[in-house]
């Protein structure tokens, strides 16, 4: 099954269209760009993905990526040639996206649901150890279908892990900008094996992703979230959670927010299946701020100067977006949060999240660190471990229960967006006997 596609330009008022051949950050007005495809899918291929699905004799069956590449297929490849997509479609020999949704019993008691209401995809299964390896693959392809030999990232540690990663096994060379001292050594220990050049920025990851975008500007190949072929990776998040419900939709989907990637694509992917008619329900988004470093949440729900800032049906009231992010300049010292990989002030995708969360009937909250802490602890005790960023899921959530905003017999999927790289932070938290959930060693004398 072939596809045509192409870009096309988010803002309503410009639509301008490029080939999907031309590597650009932007539109020529400025917004961002999505992938799009003629034509529409029929809703028999899910019995395809799943006599695919665990079939070890083709590595492109076994990535819950490329298992939906009808559902992303800018190359045009034919998706039944198995000899010809071989040699276009990139995977680190099919161990990306092996994740789907888990119960787990005791996260369900701490948000106060019943078990089977409330399931959790750890997206640090993947071979770098969070969701970016989701759309590295795909943004690689990109990358590969232009003959690109050199790609750049900004990152908060985990884009440049999983860039490092893949351009190794492609033979092409990654440079990765972090800001320095801001990245924990487990990610940034990935870049360095994986023989990406470091490049360290004096500031904060918004700092470092300007230096980037300019890059991209005169022509280098951003791997950022601003490539909507890496995005389109990462709508296999939503699809794999999907096929595992037997695309019976759950209420909610509840996610971190960074620089909005996610949020942006979990909206597109599920607009997309909801137009070709494969969902009719449309799940909630709710999208998590961490508290000191809460761009979003403070715009959304009108907490700056009363104003709610949307999508409009593509109408963004852009001046707003300036002035506050002029005043947090003003203001001069940069907002913390121990949750490294969420440190974002201004994120990037910031328009399609918005329109996301018009999709869905979105939600936008904060959590304190704290909270998050005792979020990433809960997930441990269920015998599986999330960072710091991941654990403002669980911390939402039984927020959102507390409040009422997500009934107690709502069905929620959580995406735990990447493993735990930097354990003296969690050491540190289960010395300490006034955190929740904490579990420090005892001592014992020999003999
Ligand atoms: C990148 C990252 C995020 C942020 O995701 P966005 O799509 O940029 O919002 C959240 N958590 C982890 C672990 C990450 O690596
Ligand atoms: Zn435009």
Known sequence: MRAESYQRCIAPSCGREFGVREARTECECGNLLDVKYRGSYPKSLQDV????????????NESG????????????????????????????????????????????????????????????????????????????????????????????????????????????K??????????????????????????????????????????????????????????????????????????????????????????????????????????KKIPRIALVDAQAVNTFHTLYNGLYDGFELRWNSGSVDDRMIERYYSDLHKKGAQRKTDASAIQIEKPVNIKKGLRSLEFTNGISTQVTDKEMYDGMAIVGKNGFDCELASGAVPAAIKNLVEKGVIRSDDRVVGILTGRLKDPEMIVRYHMDPNNRFANPPRSAVAG
């Open 174 to 279: 990654a440079v990765v900008y972090v800001p320095k001292g801001k990245v924990a050594p487990g990610k940034l220990q990935q870049a360095y094996q994986f023989g990406a050049d470091v490049i360290e920025i004096e500031g904060s990851f918004d700092d470092a992703l300007e230096i980037v975008l300019a890059k991209g500007r005169k022509g280098s190949y951003v791997m950022n979230s601003v490539n909507p072929f890496r995005l389109e990776g990462q709508k296999t998040i939503i699809y794999r959670a999907l096929d595992y419900l037997e695309w019976e939709p759950p209420d909610w989907f509840v996610v971190p927010r960074g620089n909005m990637g996610n949020v942006s694509i979990f909206g597109k992917a599920l607009a997309e299946l909801h137009e070709w008619g494969w969902i």
């Open 65 to 172: 990526v490329w298992r939906y590449r009808e559902l992303l297929n800018f190359a045009d490849i034919d998706t039944e040639a198995h000899d010809q997509y071989s040699k276009v479609l990139v995977s680190l020999d099919g161990a990306e996206g092996r994740s789907r949704p888990y119960q787990m019993s005791k996260v369900a008691e701490f948000v106060g649901m019943e078990p089977e209401n409330v399931l959790l995809q750890p997206e640090g299964l993947n071979p770098s150890g969070s969701f970016k390896d989701n759309g590295i693959c795909s943004g690689l392809t990109h990358a590969k279908m232009l003959g690109v030999k050199e790609v750049v990232c900004a990152s908060t540690g985990n884009t440049s892990a999983s860039l490092a990663m893949y351009a190794a096994n492609e033979m092409l």
């Open 49 to 60: 993905f799943s006599r695919r699905s665990g079939h070890g004799n083709d590595i492109f």
